[in-house]
């Protein structure tokens, strides 16, 4: 029961308002059944075909978020059930979305994923590029897909003003899209930002989704 005491103990520590998405990448049905039945039904992959293998074996009402980068061609095979995917950094793959959310004839809730790191190596779009797609005719017809706010991931370092100012940045992009293209729109609410390193300075930077692995299920092994 090690894992529901490390659950308990964490949801102790995060404020009401911020949901944990408890990443269970690499992670056996064992330890996953572990956390549900502790309580937690939202869990995050980011392995299209881990997701797709694992949705049918857990149970019925897992909330399954994707969080890794989507491929457009893979869309397909976690588009019936899907509950939210993470990642989106572009037109195309939103358009994807849409049309395999549409053939599913569900809505796929999804965050834009914004470039906030100082590594080239993560993915995501700036404040300019986000903005493009918002302003497409394309954008404005896509009837199967929500868009619930913005995900991103910090510059790994040790650096903690760092990690806090980018943080702060992307809360502040989130602010300037909602009030330019959202300000009607409530489901726009979401800022997914901190990880088992840094989730404290994401909370206090604004967080409302903690996305956390390894304090949850212990180290990963690939
Ligand atoms: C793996 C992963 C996490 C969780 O990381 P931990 O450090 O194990 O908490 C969060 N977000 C994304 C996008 C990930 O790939």
């Known amino acids: 029961m090690e894992i529901e005491q490390r659950l308990a103990t964490f949801l102790e520590t995060i404020p009401e308002g911020v949901q944990l998405v408890a990443v269970s990448k690499t992670k056996p049905d064992e330890l ?25 074996r857990l149970p019925e009402d897992i909330e399954w978020h994707f969080i890794g980068h989507l491929q457009r061609n893979k869309v397909k095979y976690i588009a019936p059930f899907v509950a939210m995917l993470h990642g989106i950094d572009s037109l195309k793959l939103l358009a994807e979305v849409n049309k ?26 700036n404040l300019s590029e986000a903005e493009d797609l918002f302003n497409t005719d394309q954008f404005s017809q896509f009837k199967n897909v929500q868009i619930c706010g913005l995900m991103g991931m910090a510059t790994y370092t040790s650096n903690l003003a760092q990690v806090r100012k980018e943080f702060n940045n992307l809360r502040d992009t989130f602010q300037l899209l909602k009030k330019k293209y959202f300000t009607h729109d409530q489901s726009f609410k979401e800022i997914s930002m901190g990880m088992s390193g840094d989730y404290q300075i994401a909370i206090e930077e604004g967080s409302t989704m903690i996305r956390i692995g390894t304090s949850i299920f212990g180290n990963r092994l690939y």
């Open 100 to 125: 395999q959310a549409t053939k599913n004839q569900r809505t796929i809730k999804c965050l834009l994923q914004i470039h906030i790191a100082e590594e080239e190596s993560k993915f995501g779009l």
């Open 32 to 56: 996953i059944l572990e956390a549900y039945t502790a309580g937690q039904r939202v869990f995050g992959e980011n392995k299209v075909q881990d997701l797709a293998a694992k949705y049918p």
